[in-house]
C-alpha cells in the first residue's frame, strides 16, 4: 500500500512538472480571484493590447511620502554623478521600499505578465528636476535578443511619489509597439509618436519589456521622485541580485512570503552544493510548475 502512495505520489509530481504552459497573459485559475477582486482586468487587457497601463489607487499617499523621503535621502549618499539623482539596490534597504514592493496590486499584475514564481529585477529610485533632460527611446528588455518571446519578460512598474504629468517629466510611449517583439531602430529613435504617461497620486504607471518608451524633460519646479520597479519571469537574469537578504535570518523572519518570494527563496537556481548530490528537487519541481503559470 505504501508503495502504490509512493508511486502516486510520483505520478502526481511528474504531471504538475509536464502541464500546459499558459497563453501570454491568459490568467491561471489561482490567480483569477486576485485580477477580480483588485479590479484588474481592465489592466491585464491594456497591458496585453498597449503594452502599458495605470494601475489606480495601488498606493497610498502617506507610504509615499515616506518612500519620497527615503529615496532622498539614500540618493544623497549615492557616489558620483548620480548623487541626489539616484538611489540604486533599494529592496531590503528600508522598509518603505519593501512594502511598496508587495503591494497587492503590483504583485496580482506581475503575476499575469511575468508569470507565477517572478523575481525581483530592480528596484532604483530617480529624483528628476528641472531642466534635466528626457531619456532616449528604448524597450527595457534591450538585453535581449529581438524577436522577443511571446510570453512578457520584464514588468515595470512607475511609482511616482508626487503623481506623474507632461510637464514634470512623466515616460512616454508608443501604444501597441510591444506587438513588433522587437527594439527600435535608429531611423525610429526620432519619428515616434510618443504619448505621457500621466498619473496622479497614488497611482502606478506599468508596462512591459517590449514596449517603446522614453522621458520628458521636466519644464516646472519641484521633483519627479519616482521608484522604478521591475520583476522579471522566474528564468531570465535578474538586474540586481538580492538573494543576499536570504543570508540574514533576522530579515527572513521578518519578510512576508510575498516578499522571499520576489527575492527567489522558492525557486531552485543555485540551491546545488558540492555536498548537497544536486539542486534541491522539491525547489526545482515547484519552479517547473511556477513556470508554466
Same mark, same amino acid.
Given at each position: ?10 505520478? *502526481? ?9 499558459? =497563453?501570454?497573459? %491568459?490568467?491561471? +485559475? !489561482? &490567480? #483569477?480571484?486576485? /485580477? ?11 497591458? *496585453? ?9 495601488? =498606493?497610498?499617499? %502617506?507610504?509615499? +511620502? !515616506? &518612500? #519620497?523621503?527615503? /529615496? ?30 508587495? &503591494? ?190
Amino acid at each position: 500500500m505504501a508503495e502504490e502512495r509512493g508511486a502516486s505520489r510520483q505520478v *502526481q509530481r511528474i504531471n504538475d512538472y509536464s502541464q500546459a504552459t499558459l =497563453a501570454p497573459y %491568459a490568467i491561471s +485559475d !489561482e &490567480l #483569477r480571484p486576485a /485580477i477580480e477582486s483588485l479590479d484588474l482586468w481592465r489592466n491585464v487587457e491594456e497591458l *496585453q493590447t498597449r503594452g502599458y497601463t495605470v494601475v489606480n489607487e495601488a =498606493a497610498s499617499a %502617506a507610504d509615499l +511620502d !515616506e &518612500l #519620497r523621503r527615503v /529615496i532622498h535621502a539614500f540618493a544623497a549618499q549615492t557616489e558620483g554623478p548620480g548623487r541626489d539623482k539616484s538611489a540604486a539596490m533599494l529592496l531590503g534597504r528600508h522598509p518603505i521600499v519593501d512594502k511598496i514592493a508587495t &503591494l497587492p496590486k503590483l504583485l496580482a499584475l506581475a503575476e499575469a505578465s511575468v508569470g507565477k514564481g517572478f523575481r525581483g529585477g530592480q528596484f532604483i529610485g530617480s529624483i528628476k528636476r528641472q531642466g534635466d533632460p528626457a531619456l532616449g527611446l528604448h524597450a527595457d528588455q534591450n538585453w535581449m535578443p529581438a524577436p522577443f518571446p511571446e510570453h512578457n519578460c520584464l514588468l515595470t512598474f512607475c511609482i511616482p511619489c508626487e503623481g506623474m504629468t507632461a510637464e514634470g517629466g512623466a515616460t512616454t510611449i508608443v501604444p501597441g509597439s510591444q506587438s513588433l517583439r522587437r527594439h527600435p531602430h535608429v531611423e525610429e529613435l526620432e519619428d515616434c509618436e510618443l504619448i505621457p504617461i500621466e498619473v496622479a497620486k497614488g497611482d502606478v504607471a506599468v508596462w512591459d519589456g517590449s514596449v517603446w518608451h522614453a522621458s520628458g524633460a521636466r519644464d516646472i519646479p519641484g521633483t519627479r521622485t519616482v521608484l522604478h520597479a521591475t520583476y522579471q519571469r522566474l528564468y531570465t537574469q535578474p538586474i540586481d541580485d538580492y538573494r543576499y537578504l536570504l543570508s540574514d535570518p533576522d530579515y527572513v523572519a521578518a519578510a512576508s512570503p510575498e516578499l522571499l518570494g520576489v527575492i527567489g527563496a522558492d525557486l531552485f537556481f543555485g540551491t546545488a552544493t558540492a555536498t548537497s548530490g544536486g539542486t534541491d528537487m522539491k525547489k526545482f519541481m515547484r519552479s517547473a510548475r511556477y513556470s508554466k503559470r
